[in-house]
């Protein structure tokens, strides 16, 4: 079974407005890492938070990490075109040797 | 500097054969790792390699061969193809471990008929 979760699995929006996607995951961590994947292409790295950090920015980027519920969220504002992806959250579980564990990622579609 | 490159592109295979798929990166990571991606399942670590001479296995390995004989080349393995093999393969590298960023190559997108 996969560590993370994204919700929701699709999401559309109008250029300029805000995207927000959740990721849960089931066992402790040390830290997310959030990747971008444009269709066709391989992942790309976006932020990565450690499990004693709360939250992160990274230009229009703002990840938040609540360690007591296991959840993460991704907020992408003023979204545009070139935002269009799909969205992976990626966890290291203290347990299981560190490797790094995917979710099933969020599309991501962004109107003109 | 090129990243993390992989070849091929494109690959149509019949079942029972055998291919390997290329890795290499030129920016030194002693970490590196080939995933698969199928639809809906994000992706699934298949082995992976902490420096040259050192594999091991990761949630998928079955049907699939690794070996590091340097730094720069991590190739993957497929003795005998099957349909279940049908997937895109991602190689990544990184400084240190799973704990760092990850640099993904472009894909290899895999059909086993």
């Known amino acids: 079974s996969q560590q993370g979760e994204e919700d929701p699995q699709a999401l559309s929006i109008q250029e300029g407005e805000n995207a927000t996607m959740n990721c849960s995951y089931k066992?402790?961590?040390?830290?997310l890492q959030w990747y971008r994947q444009n269709s066709g292409r391989g992942l790309v790295h976006l932020i990565l938070?450690?499990?004693?950090?709360r939250e992160k920015h990274s230009g229009r980027l703002r990840v938040t990490l609540d360690t007591s519920k296991k959840s993460s969220s991704l907020l992408i504002t003023a979204s545009r075109a070139a935002d269009t992806a799909s969205y992976f959250c990626?966890?290291?579980?203290?347990?299981?040797?560190?490797?790094?564990?995917f979710g099933g990622g969020t599309r991501v579609l962004v109107k003109p | 500097n090129a990243g993390v490159t992989q070849t091929p592109k494109f690959q149509v295979l019949k079942t029972g054969q055998s291919m390997t798929l290329q890795c290499a990166q030129d920016?030194?990571?002693?970490?590196m790792s080939w995933y698969r991606q199928d639809p809906g399942m994000g992706l699934r670590l298949i082995h992976y390699?902490?420096?040259?001479?050192?594999?091991d296995q990761g949630e998928v390995p079955n049907g699939y061969n690794v070996s590091r004989s340097t730094t720069e080349d991590f190739p993957l393995r497929l003795l005998s193809a099957a349909p279940s093999q049908t997937s895109v393969y991602f190689c990544?590298?990184?400084?240190?471990?799973?704990?760092?960023?990850?640099?993904f190559g472009p894909g290899t997108r895999l059909t086993v008929t």
């Open positions: 990544a590298s990184s400084y240190a471990g799973f704990t760092y960023e990850q640099y």
């Open positions: 066992t402790s961590i040390n830290n």
């Open positions: 938070i450690r499990s004693n950090e």
């Open positions: 990626a966890t290291v579980p203290k347990a299981a040797g560190n490797k790094l564990t």
């Open positions: 920016m030194n990571h002693e970490y």
């Open positions: 390699s902490v420096g040259a001479g050192i594999t």
